[in-house]
């Protein structure tokens, strides 16, 4: 029962490098988001996806690239890193509902340090 | 403005202590509202929804003020288990799947 993971659980790299967190999810949940979790901002949502080949920005899209080319993976890549993205990445999925809330289940997280 | 505040704490109680966090959002439109929990290090795990009447879970209770636009969480005797960072969490206007989470409240209990 693998849930929600993510990988690579650490990563340290250089500005201008591109990189990409991988998840995966096994619930077959139709919506996957990416959150940033940083000191004194909480967690910012990233992008989310309503399913496979469906994307929107969040709060925080800018220097951050998604796809879901399957409904289990939402891979999240940064084009070129800068030191303003070291944080946590979480990964989280929901199930669709069409009234009430959502819960939503959280990765473990990545923790990215960008030198 | 941030859209969710909360006062970062942290909270220090002894074991058997009632303690209560706050919460405030800017939104009007909000529709859905949480109370997430994170331990140290970890990820976030939902700990309540919260509903307009107000609603019990065991030795948490949340509260919902839409006039005031505010929510509240109260956890009763305290047990060292709670110790973690308490987020709020709340929905943007027409659309439960866009979340807005508060900075969190820390707590910790102590024997």
């Known amino acids: 029962d693998a849930g929600i993971t993510q990988s690579p659980r650490y990563k340290i790299t250089e500005t201008g490098r591109q990189v990409t967190l991988m998840c995966h999810q096994t619930?077959?949940?139709?919506?996957m988001f990416w959150y940033r979790q940083d000191l004194g901002h909480g967690l910012r949502l990233i992008y989310y996806?309503?399913?496979?080949?469906?994307?929107d920005k969040g709060e925080v899209p800018d220097g951050y690239v998604v796809s879901r080319s399957k409904t289990e993976n939402f891979p999240l890549t940064l084009e070129s890193a800068t030191r303003s993205q070291t944080s946590v990445y979480f990964c989280?999925?929901?199930?669709?509902?069409?009234?009430?809330?959502?819960?939503?289940?959280f990765g473990p997280g990545t923790r990215l340090t960008v030198l | 403005r941030k859209e969710v505040e909360q006062d970062p704490g942290p909270f220090n109680v002894p074991e058997g202590a009632t303690v209560a966090f706050n919460c405030t959002y800017s939104n009007s439109a909000s529709q859905s509202f949480f109370w997430y929990r994170q331990d140290c290090r970890k990820e976030p795990k939902l700990l309540m929804s919260v509903y307009s009447s107000g609603n019990e879970d065991g030795r948490f209770t949340a509260q919902l003020n839409r006039a005031s636009q505010y929510i509240s969480l109260l956890i009763r005797d305290s047990k060292l288990s709670d110790s973690a960072t308490y987020l709020c969490v709340v929905s943007r206007a027409g659309n439960n799947n866009d979340m807005r989470f508060g900075a969190g409240t820390r707590l910790t209990v102590k024997p």
């Open positions: 989280a999925s929901s199930e669709s509902r069409t009234s009430g809330y959502n819960e939503q289940f």
């Open positions: 996806s309503a399913a496979a080949d469906i994307t």
């Open positions: 619930w077959s949940h139709s919506y």
